[in-house]
């Protein structure tokens, strides 16, 4: 079961440094520090995202909270659109997974060391489409697919 959408984590690095995860909804946890697609979007100086169209996702840098402070994702991260709620898009996985991870279509041919299956499904919109992993039946993880 998916109950969790924009969780975050820190995982150990070399010398003990720490690198987030995680960061596909905008929340109290989650800062957008950059926007690269759509290339009209973009963060102004006080922190808001300005010219970004609602129900369109969205790639760039995040940060994420951790304890007492704020530690910047390695990867850019594909985010939901920032109009949809966490019960918007805890529906929108669940469509998709009833849709295509029961009957397995969409599923993607696996990579060496791959630890989830991954599932390419249609959005409801259709214009764009998300990424379901999947491990025994549960999703570990969704996000846009940009």
């Given at each position: 079961m998916f109950t969790q959408v924009g969780s975050r984590s820190a995982t150990p690095r070399q010398r003990g440094a720490l690198q987030s995860a995680g960061g596909h909804f905008i929340s109290e946890n989650i800062r957008v520090t950059r926007i690269d697609i759509p290339p009209t979007a973009r963060v102004n100086e006080l922190g808001e995202i300005v010219n970004l169209p609602n129900d369109l996702p969205f790639k760039g840098k995040v940060k994420i909270r951790?304890?007492?402070?704020?530690?910047?994702?390695?990867?850019?991260?594909?985010?939901?659109?920032?109009?949809?709620?966490?019960?918007?898009?805890?529906?929108?996985?669940?469509?998709?997974?009833?849709?295509?991870?029961?009957?397995?279509?969409?599923?993607?041919?696996?990579?060496?060391?791959?630890?989830?299956?991954?599932?390419?499904?249609?959005?409801?919109?259709?214009?764009?489409?998300?990424?379901?992993?999947?491990?025994?039946?549960?999703?570990?993880?969704a996000y846009p697919k940009l």
């Open positions: 951790y304890r007492d402070g704020w530690l910047p994702k390695q990867d850019n991260s594909s985010l939901f659109p920032q109009n949809w709620t966490q019960e918007r898009i805890l529906g929108e996985v669940a469509m998709a997974y009833e849709r295509n991870v029961l009957d397995k279509s969409g599923l993607l041919p696996p990579k060496p060391n791959q630890l989830f299956d991954k599932y390419e499904v249609d959005s409801s919109f259709e214009s764009w489409s998300m990424i379901l992993e999947v491990k025994d039946d549960i999703i570990f993880n």
